[in-house]
């Protein structure tokens, strides 16, 4: 449902209402469902985080809070007993930062993952904004979330958050390049740059078998997928590309000297930016809200189903890399961006449009 369809519901209902105040109402309507699809994402995926690492570490995880069967407790309530002691937590401001910046920060890199999510499609009719350059404006908003990291970083006149913000700065354009590569490669197969657009050119079959996603649709965009995957794992910031947090280094990075809510808006901002990248991930190569099997179990909300459980294992794969590989060197780090996966990404390219030429 777009903000169109939720304006002519409102005037079906209030039609006499002044049409800038049904788009407000509509505006705010679709802002509180994104924040609210943020908030259960994030409070979901730590709990999982925590569940999956304590498996993969042979311990028991979170079993404070909740009802369960398991030792008595399940932590099911854990993450949600954490939010709160979060928001009960002293804000403190340490006295030599730079005081608007410092608490403007953390919005602003939330900011960038939440008006992310309003181009996503998360089903054949359930969209914010349908808009036809719609992975181009995600690829241009997701990035805003780095001039906060920036501002959170300098504002704190903490020598290791400004370390962590520059690390942040410099890896996140660095393999923002080979992500977008990988892409274009998406874009040049299916020909549009809308969301939509992209995943109803994934529909059908590929080899007489396989769903005509783009990951299977030739080798090169196999091949993107995983440098997309790889590139977007690192503008996440997450293992084993943690290096603007990195604890062992740098304290906490970044957000050394924040506390309650405002620490906790930079994890609510990683979580969102995990769902971007998992989505973007869904629609550019694995059909986005399409069925596996064609002309089965399609729908608007089948069609929700599909993308919200494709989502969910990309973002367990994530989870999956934290806890198995080791934190990345910073020369290490860079060298992946821009002798590894920069090349492959051109040659990749080239060979996506070959493919085209010749098919």
Known sequence: MTIDNIILWFQ????????????????????????????????????????????????????????????????????????????????????????????????????????????????????????????????????FGVIGIILAAWSSDNKWSLFGGMRSAAQIISYEIPAALSLVTVLLLAGTLSMQGIIEGQSGTVWWVLPNWNIFNNPFSFLAFFIYFIAGVAETNRTPFDIPEAESELVAGFHTEYSGMRWAFFFLSEYGNMLVVAGIAVVAFLGGWQSPVDGIMQGAWWGLFWFLAKMTIIILIMIWWRWTFPRLRVDQLMNVAWKVLLPIALLNLFGVAIWILLA
């Open 12 to 143: 079906s209902w209030f039609p006499s209402t002044n049409i800038t105040i049904l788009f407000i109402t509509a505006v705010f309507i679709a802002a509180l469902v994104i924040f609210a699809v943020m908030a259960i994402n994030a409070l979901v995926a730590v709990y999982a985080e925590r569940k999956v690492s304590a498996f993969m570490q042979d311990r028991i995880g979170p079993m404070g809070q909740g009802p369960g069967l398991h030792a008595g407790k399940w932590g099911l309530l854990q993450t949600i007993a954490d939010t709160i002691k979060l928001i009960l937590k002293e804000d403190i401001i340490p006295r030599a930062a730079d005081r608007k910046l410092f608490i403007i920060a953390p919005f602003i890199v939330f900011l960038g993952a939440f008006i992310a999510l309003a181009a996503m499609p998360w089903g054949p009719t359930l969209i914010v904004a349908d808009m036809n350059i719609g992975i181009f404006y995600i690829l241009a908003v997701s990035s």
